[in-house]
């Protein structure tokens, strides 16, 4: 019996994607229906122009929303491929239309299927919801689920008609009731919307650290867990098979090993958000320095050349003089545009937020790794640059913990 859920947790560049479309050539188009979903608008061009056979349709269309494009395809059953950004509005009628079609669902890298409410545009805050709550118009459930109250017709597109389809679709959920956790709100996928495919395929890396391993953990999701061998197949994975596919990739990476440079970061929580935000003015400067020492001086990188990161709010403070264009955000998923960058610094040590941590462990029984997670995104960020070609990078990386997280994960 083949498997409802599998990740397929492979590094990157082992041709992932490549044994997916084998997959789907081989697919019967007269039986089987697709959805892919991508980060990107490039990956979704990829599918359409390698897999003919299925004539994937695109949901960008000029005359109508991408997500009524997608139920008109749903309901067409066509192949589809869209992206990750449309994949967090799937409604209820999402759900009715795959319920009704036999399709099968290929997510490529994880999707941010649980995050704080009101952290996007047009959100209301959780002070604002919990002034909806005491006038009775939202209420809470037992299960912490937000359930609209209201009586009147929402006529028009408003922050409240919103606001009352994620809470009709059961995506809003209110967190504790103690002084530190009251009225902390968050929204989570519905797992009724995944469970409605006949199967569900994850393509990433280091699948367990991702907030969609905890998420897949919190509601009951078992996924089968695969890999690529070294002869470009796909089978169960193993810590063996997962060693032996690291070694290549490490011996490309050279961290920086500096005791001044790296004396910056020695306590286990330098660089991490609430250490930063306490930095003065002056030690600020200091980082700043340091990562252009590093990079104009021991790299002798170009803006060219040279990809560096840190917590976006502090990025006016850390940028090294003369690299401002080399900032690369920390959070954007795996992707071309930047593979010619070889040297890079890297200001981050990264933990998950208290908020969502508390999440997962209060609400969902699920203990996820703080350092599993830090090492999964340093590692998106790590693999934009050259090393995705097989070219060797240089890294500066002060954190004590991130540099002993990857340190750890090379030997």
Known sequence: MTAKYRVIDSVMGSGKTTKIIEELRQANPEEDRFLVITPYLDEVERFTNEVPELDFKKTKNSEKSNLATLHELLEAQENIASTHALFTRWNDKTLELLKSNRYHLIIDETVNCLREYGSQDGELSSNDIML????????VAEDGGLEWNGERKLR???????????????????????????????WEFPIEILNAFQRVTVLTYLFSGSLMAAY????????????????????????ELEAEAVKPIARLITLLEDEKLNALGERT??????????????????????????????????????MWS???????????????????????????????????VYLRNIYMTPALYNFCRKM???????????????LQWVFRSAIRDGKPIELYLPS???????KDWMA
Not at 320 to 337: D, L, S, V
Not at 364 to 378: C, F, I, K, Q, T
Request: proline share 3%; with cysteine.
């Open 132 to 139: 909806l709550v005491d006038s009775g118009l939202i209420r």
């Open 156 to 186: 028009y597109d408003s922050t409240f008609t919103k606001l009352k389809e994620d809470c009709d679709s059961r995506r809003l959920f209110r967190m504790g009731d103690d002084d530190h956790t009251d009225g902390m709100m968050f």
């Open 216 to 239: 897949f953990e919190g509601n009951g999701v078992e996924p089968v867990k695969m890999t690529i061998d070294g002869q470009r197949q796909l089978v169960e994975w193993s810590e």
């Open 269 to 306: 929580n330098a660089f991490a958000t609430g250490w930063m935000a306490d930095r003065t003015p002056a030690k600020m400067e200091e980082i700043s320095k340091a990562a252009r020492n590093v990079l104009q001086n021991k790299y002798k990188a170009k803006a060219d050349t040279a």
């Open 310 to 344: 840190c917590v976006l709010r502090f990025k006016e403070s850390l940028t090294p003089k003369g690299f401002k264009g080399a900032f690369i955000e920390c959070n954007k998923r795996a992707t071309n545009e930047f593979r010619d960058r070889k040297h890079l």
């Open 364 to 378: 969902r029984g699920v203990n996820p790794s703080h350092d599993d997670y830090a090492l999964a995104e340093l």
């Open 400 to 406: 004590s913990r991130m540099r002993m997280l990857l």
